[in-house]
């Protein structure tokens, strides 16, 4: 039986469920206690509060609970927050080894429709609601359309969310939606939800996601952010009004 055949099986039945998140958290992820920031965005983030707050983050398109993941850090250091993915895999994932956050599996843009989603497995980082990306990958990544499953789904506004945990002052916000970031960022009433510290990932892959990355940029500055740093493909914004103490 193949490895993929095995997995199928193991997370089908609900008896070897914990089996299957142990495998994804620790067996196949051994180095999880050191993991977090694939680019020590989190090491970056921490440095501007004190060794002893307890932080509040937002997640948007958290992926995995320990690997590349920008706010594992903060939440061994007794951090919570929010954390969305459309995946519900990784929800479950993030329920099994983050039970002190709030987990949803919830598809975030600016309006409240049921819009297609392209997944292209059960933990891949590339699953988009963005057509370009799609493209991108199929053309660059050698992606086959008998390897991507579509979905529909309704999206929902992040405000709702927000709203209904009482979540308006956040000191880090993770953005990575795969294509559709801006899409998320236009979502958020900048006035009623106090952000100070935003990562955003722009990959700047081809024409339309040059001008993505143009757009939110302008935008965030349009809301009063300024960008402080890069990692990589990683931006890191910072609202004026915050000072570090």
Known sequence: MSRSKFLNFVKTY????????????YIRNFKFLKNGSQFQEDKFILENFPKDHKGIYLDIGCFHPTRHNN???????????INIDMNPLSIELFEFCRPRDI??????????L?????????????????????????????VRDN????????????????????FYNIDFMNLDVEGHEI???????FNKINIKF???????????S???????????TLNRYQLIKQLDFNYIYKKYEFTSS
Do not use: R
């Not at 609900?14 to 958290?25: E, G, T, V």
């Not at 706010?71 to 927050?81: L, R």
């Not at 040059?210 to 965030?220: D, M, T």
């Open 114 to 142: 049921e819009k297609k989603v392209y997944f292209l497995g059960d933990l891949n980082t590339q699953n988009t609601l963005d057509n370009n990306q799609l493209n991108f990958l199929k053309s660059h990544h050698n």
């Open 103 to 112: 987990n949803l599996n919830v598809a975030i843009s600016n309006d409240n």
């Open 210 to 220: 040059i001008e993505k990355g143009k757009q939110i940029h302008s935008y965030l």
């Open 14 to 25: 609900p008896s070897f469920k914990k089996f299957y998140y142990f495998y994804n958290i």
């Open 198 to 208: 935003l990562c955003v990932e722009m990959i700047n892959h081809n024409q339309e």
């Open 71 to 81: 706010t594992f850090s903060m939440y061994k250091k007794g951090w919570k927050g």
């Open 183 to 189: 899409e998320v960022l236009k979502s958020i009433d």
């Open 147 to 166: 390897e991507i499953v579509e979905k529909k789904i309704k999206t929902q506004n992040i405000n709702s969310i927000l709203d209904k945990f009482k």
